[in-house]
Structures are given as C-alpha cells and as structure tokens.
C-alpha cells in the first residue's frame, strides 16, 4: 500500500493545510482527503505543485509499505 505523508511534510515546513491549498490551486477538502489516504490518484501536476510548495520530493510525502507487514 502507499502510505501519504503529506501531514509530516506540512509539519516540517510548518505550514497549514489551508495555506498549501491556496499555494497549490486545489481546495482543503482535497488535501484533507490526500493527507488522509483517501485519495485513490493524485495528478503528476499536483504532485509537482505539492513538490514545489513544500521543497520537497514525491518520495517525501508517498511511501510503500508492504501490506504483510
């Protein structure tokens, strides 16, 4: 399974949702579902807007974790 963490990210950097929202172009009720693991695909271009915002990379926010584990 793919494990998000953009809420690590947000944390770091210190920054809310709402202003990663604003500075990515998609509504908070998006990054909730994002942060949440709800999301079942997220565009190459919101990744790289994600990217951007944070300074980050992809790997940074997703990660895959074994489901057997």
Same mark, same amino acid.
């Given at each position: 399974? #793919? ?6 990210? !947000?944390?770091?950097?210190?920054? *809310?949702?709402? &202003?990663?929202? &604003?500075?990515? /172009? #998609?509504?908070?009720?998006?990054? *909730?579902?994002?942060?949440? /693991? ?6 190459? *271009?919101?990744?790289? *807007? #994600? ?7 992809? /790997?940074? #926010? !997703? &990660?895959?974790?074994?489901? &057997?584990?």
């Amino acid at each position: 399974m #793919i494990r998000v963490n953009l809420d690590v990210e !947000l944390a770091k950097k210190k920054m *809310s949702s709402s &202003e990663l929202a &604003e500075k990515v /172009g #998609i509504t908070t009720a998006n990054i *909730s579902i994002l942060k949440t /693991g709800k999301a079942k695909a997220v565009r190459f *271009s919101t990744l790289d *807007s #994600i990217c951007k915002a944070l300074d980050c990379q992809p /790997g940074d #926010i !997703l &990660e895959y974790v074994d489901d &057997e584990e």
